[in-house]
């Protein structure tokens, strides 16, 4: 099993940016994607980044373009998501996961691991 455990979250002004981290523990071998997903308030889990860990292969979403960054550190077997220009609409609970053969990226049961999600606020 692998255990996923998120940090970073937090309240911030719109225009602020925040920096999430994603711990991976367990039995970690064979991963070979990480992901961030978010959920808001009665909407859709929805992903944000995704990061292949072989090649670090970054693929996000296009409301977060060019303001999120995802990026992994492979000897601590963390993943990390750096946000900038924060919006509003940016407010969710994030969720770090993981998955031994994600193949496409988008499709949410690929991801067999979940964090317990750390809440990201953005006011306005």
């Known amino acids: 099993q692998v255990q996923l455990a998120e940090t970073g979250g937090g309240s911030v002004q719109a225009g602020g940016s925040l920096r999430l981290s994603c711990a991976a523990s367990?039995?970690?071998?064979?991963?070979?994607?990480m992901a961030w997903f978010r959920q808001a308030p009665g909407k859709e889990r929805e992903r944000v980044a995704s990061?292949?860990?072989?090649?670090?292969?970054?693929i996000y979403a296009d409301p977060v373009k060019a303001r999120f960054t995802i990026s992994q550190d492979k000897a601590k077997k963390e993943a990390y998501l750096h946000m900038i220009n924060l919006k509003p609409e940016d407010t969710a609970v994030y969720y770090c996961?993981?998955?031994?053969?994600?193949?496409?990226?988008?499709?949410?049961?690929?991801?067999?691991?979940w964090g317990q999600g750390t809440q990201v606020t953005v006011s306005s």
């Open positions: 996961a993981a998955g031994r053969y994600v193949a496409d990226v988008t499709v949410v049961s690929e991801y067999e691991f």
């Open positions: 367990g039995y970690t071998r064979g991963i070979n994607c």
């Open positions: 990061i292949f860990i072989d090649n670090g292969r970054a």
